[in-house]
Nanobody, 119 residues
Framework: QVQLVESGGGWVQPGGSLRLACAASTSIFSIITMGWYRQAPGTERELVADISSGGSTNYADSVKGRFTISRDNAKNMVYLQMNSLKPEDTAVYYC?????????????WGQGTRVTVSS
């Protein structure tokens, strides 16, 4: 099983920035598309951004121009740089494998890291 540990969350004022990090337990990570997801209370988990093994990226419309996903395959790490944060970004953020691989990984989800944006 590929284990995932998220970090970097916290409290920030609107307009501020945070950088989230995700550490994967195996180097097989390097050939799989990875994504960042978030879930706010009372809502379903949604995809925020993903990045392929070759570096191609996709973003939810709500975060385009503000968030940047990146990866370091040598370190089994994925990052999410979040700028110009809004209260609507408040959620628990998770990283995970692309949806096509999550069943293979027993639909595992880590603990996530909480982001709170408020004044």
């Amino acid at each position: 099983q590929v284990q995932l540990v998220e970090s970097g969350g916290g409290w920030v004022q609107p307009g501020g920035s945070l950088r989230l990090a995700c550490a994967a337990s195996t180097s097989i990570f390097s050939i799989i598309t990875m994504g960042w997801y978030r879930q706010a209370p009372g809502t379903e988990r949604e995809l925020v951004a993903d990045i392929s093994s070759g570096g191609s990226t996709n973003y939810a419309d709500s975060v385009k121009g503000r968030f940047t996903i990146s990866r370091d395959n040598a370190k089994n790490m994925v990052y999410l740089q979040m700028n110009s944060l809004k209260p609507e970004d408040t959620a628990v953020y998770y990283c995970n494998l692309d949806k096509d691989y999550r069943a293979w990984n027993k639909d595992y989800w880590g603990q996530g890291t909480r982001v709170t944006v408020s004044s």
